[in-house]
């Protein structure tokens, strides 16, 4: 037995309209796909909402040149060990760097490692990406 579920869903014509020029514009295929991501994202953001576990990525970027920057970005990643998946480091320019954080863990967790990088002088931007753990 097929583990697709079918329904149906009425809308407004201009609404429908609108939703098929959109994901035309994002290359999908069919409706079905489109609405399929749209339903995983709301259950990835109510997860998220909740405190739930969830999966993402932190990007970061920061001067390295600031004192002791370095050196205080990794005492606070062995800090959130168990979040951590992998880092990776990437030199932008003479002056700036860029850290790839792949997390993994509850919400409440993820948003307390994101204020303490953001907190520290010379970090210029911090943003969290999240996704789901395929679950």
């Given at each position: 037995?097929?583990?697709?579920?079918?329904?149906?869903?009425?809308?407004?014509?201009?609404?429908?309209?609108?939703?098929?020029?959109?994901?035309?514009?994002?290359?999908?295929?069919?409706?079905?796909?489109?609405?399929r991501?749209?339903?995983?994202?709301?259950?990835?953001?109510?997860?998220?909402?909740?405190?739930?576990?969830?999966?993402?990525?932190?990007?970061m970027?920061?001067?390295?040149?600031?004192?002791?920057?370095?050196?205080?970005?990794?005492?606070?990643?062995?800090?959130?060990?168990?979040?951590?998946?992998?880092?990776?480091?990437?030199?932008?320019?003479?002056?700036?760097?860029?850290?790839?954080?792949?997390?993994?863990?509850?919400?409440e967790?993820?948003?307390?490692?994101?204020?303490?990088?953001?907190?520290?002088v010379?970090?210029?931007?911090?943003?969290?990406?999240?996704?789901?753990?395929?679950?």
């Amino acid at each position: 037995m097929s583990k697709l579920y079918r329904f149906g869903v009425s809308l407004e014509k201009a609404l429908i309209d609108s939703f098929d020029n959109h994901i035309k514009t994002l290359q999908y295929n069919n409706r079905s796909e489109a609405i399929r991501d749209l339903i995983r994202n709301e259950l990835i953001q109510k997860k998220w909402k909740e405190g739930g576990k969830v999966a993402g990525a932190i990007v970061m970027t920061y001067d390295h040149h600031k004192r002791d920057l370095a050196s205080k970005i990794i005492d606070i990643q062995h800090h959130f060990h168990d979040l951590i998946i992998s880092t990776q480091h990437v030199h932008l320019d003479h002056d700036n760097c860029m850290e790839i954080i792949a997390v993994k863990g509850h919400s409440e967790e993820m948003e307390k490692l994101c204020s303490s990088l953001k907190a520290l002088v010379g970090v210029n931007h911090v943003d969290l990406s999240i996704s789901g753990t395929g679950d």
